[in-house]
C-alpha cells in the first residue's frame, strides 16, 4: 500500500485545511485509516482514524469538534477536514494504514505511512 498525503499549508488562527490521503496498491487489505502528527521536539501523536469499512472515526481529544475524518472508498482517499486551527495544530501530519482493526490510536498498529504534509498555523 502506498500512501501521499497532500493538503497542508500556511494559514492563520481559526481558518480551516483539508489534508488528502490517497492510498494505492493493496488497499483491500488496510482496516483502518489513520492521520497523525509530529510537531517540531514532540514525538509523533495519533490525531484521528476511520475504519475503512463502516466508516466508524475516533479522534484525539485535543481535535475533536474541530477536525473531521472521512473516506471516499471508491477514490481510495481519505479526508482530514479541520476547522478552527490553532498554532498548537502546527506539526507535520501522517496518514497511515492499518491491517487490523484495533488499536487505531498506537503507531505499532499501522503498517503503511505515507510521507508527511506540512500544516503550520500562525497566531
Known amino acids: 500500500v502506498q500512501l501521499q498525503a497532500s493538503g497542508g499549508g500556511l494559514v492563520q488562527a481559526g481558518a480551516s485545511l483539508r489534508l488528502f490521503c490517497a492510498a494505492s496498491g493493496r488497499t483491500l487489505s488496510s482496516r483502518i485509516m489513520g492521520w497523525f502528527r509530529q510537531a517540531p521536539g514532540k514525538e509523533r501523536e495519533f490525531v484521528a482514524a476511520i475504519m475503512w469499512s463502516g466508516g466508524s472515526t475516533y479522534y484525539a481529544d485535543s481535535v475533536k469538534g474541530r477536525f473531521t475524518i472521512s473516506r471516499d472508498t471508491a477514490k481510495n482517499t481519505v479526508y482530514l477536514q479541520m476547522n478552527s486551527l490553532k498554532p498548537e495544530d502546527t506539526a507535520v501530519y501522517y496518514c497511515?494504514?492499518?491491517?487490523?482493526?484495533?488499536?487505531?490510536?498506537?503507531?505499532?498498529?499501522?503498517?503503511?505511512w505515507g510521507k508527511g504534509t506540512q500544516v503550520t498555523v500562525s497566531s
Open positions: 497511515a494504514a492499518s491491517s487490523v482493526p484495533y488499536g487505531v490510536s498506537l503507531e505499532a498498529t499501522y503498517d503503511y
